[in-house]
């Protein structure tokens, strides 16, 4: 444990699965050292999200945010009403550019119509797709390894539980926060106290801090940056599949650094069309299932026409 109460995994360890386990059942998040992801390759990600966010705003929403959840999500515009931490009424004071799998039209998704399939937006700024795509690729690789430890904390055979992320979904969010002022009411937030949705985040944050993790027992508490460290939570997605053993910790992000704050989260999700429920192997016996089944991009919708504008709207092809 370190001196915020966060755990510190090894990628590398031996003893990984267990120290996993451990995490996730006590706090639900994590940081990770000896990922196999070269620092060069986070440093250019950052460097693409701060000349992204540093371009004038007229630029930025030429790629808003559309129905496939993929653009420019401008400051303002984004609310967590679904949120059962908080009465959160203000939108959250950060912006960001999001993209997710990239899928063309012969991907299977796509032709099968599913939820938020789709091509992404791109800027018009050299190297930043490609990076970006690089990113995203180095990345799953991280997640697919947590994957496999996380199937065997939950008593589960690898190779089934991997099926759950063929075709996964995936998304990388470029975040921007600026500082918050010093007038701010108390309930205005970088980002509101939530939880993950999905199964895993992995999150590179930069030196100026402004993340804070809900402890068990000591209420909200910083996840202070960590050189050569991700931050790994646990998402809704996992929490089910765990019969509730494993937590999905809620988190928020308040600012008052008095610079800007960025940060890179990647989130790795089963396929939009898999159905979700406490898995066998953590069901013990005289104890039911605490949750019903639900399909992923069910769910989804719900918690994006919650937060959106652009899945709610009547013009959305794809709200419901």
């Not at 390759?41 to 929403?61: G, Q, T």
């Not at 999500?73 to 950060?94: C, E, G, K, M």
């Not at 494993?246 to 940060?263: A, D, K």
């Not at 504008?309 to 092809?317: E, G, I, L, R, V």
Request: charged share 20%; glycine share 6%; hydrophobic share 40%.
């Amino acid at each position: 444990m370190t001196d915020t109460e966060i755990p510190v995994l090894d990628a590398s360890s031996p003893d990984l699965v267990e120290a996993t386990l451990a995490a996730y059942q006590n706090v639900g998040f994590a940081y990770v050292e000896n990922f196999n992801i070269k620092p060069d390759l986070i440093e250019r990600v950052f460097k693409m999200s701060m000349a992204f966010h540093a371009e004038p705003l007229a630029v930025k929403n030429e790629i808003a945010l559309d129905a496939l959840h993929r653009g420019f999500i401008a400051i303002d515009t984004s609310v967590d009403r679904n949120s059962t931490l908080a009465q959160v009424t203000r939108p959250n004071q950060s912006e960001s550019f999001m993209m997710m799998r990239e899928a063309g039209p012969g991907d299977p998704d796509v032709q099968a119509g599913a939820y938020l399939a789709g091509p992404n937006q791109w800027p018009d700024l050299p190297g930043f797709r490609e990076t970006l795509l690089e990113y995203d690729r180095a990345m799953e690789q991280v997640a697919r390894q947590f994957m496999s430890v996380f199937a065997t904390c939950l008593n589960t055979d690898v190779a089934s539980f991997s099926s759950y992320f063929v075709r996964p979904t995936t998304w990388l969010r470029l975040l921007r926060y600026p500082p918050a002022p010093s007038d701010a009411p108390d309930d205005s937030y970088g980002s509101a106290p939530h939880a993950d949705f999905g199964f895993i985040t992995l999150l590179a944050q930069d030196e100026t801090g402004g993340l804070q993790v809900q402890h068990p027992d000591k209420g909200w508490i910083d996840v202070p940056p960590r050189v050569g460290a991700l931050v790994l939570n646990s998402g809704n997605m996992l929490h089910r599949w765990s019969n509730g053993r494993l937590r999905s910790t809620p988190h928020r992000v308040v600012n008052q650094s008095g610079r800007e704050r960025y940060s890179c989260a990647y989130f790795f999700d089963p396929n939009v069309l898999k159905t979700i429920a406490p898995l066998q192997g953590c069901i013990e016996p005289g104890q039911p299932p605490r949750f019903e089944p639900v399909r992923f991009d069910e769910y989804l919708r719900g918690e994006l026409e919650a937060a959106y504008d652009q899945h709610s709207a009547p013009t959305d092809p794809l709200a419901s």
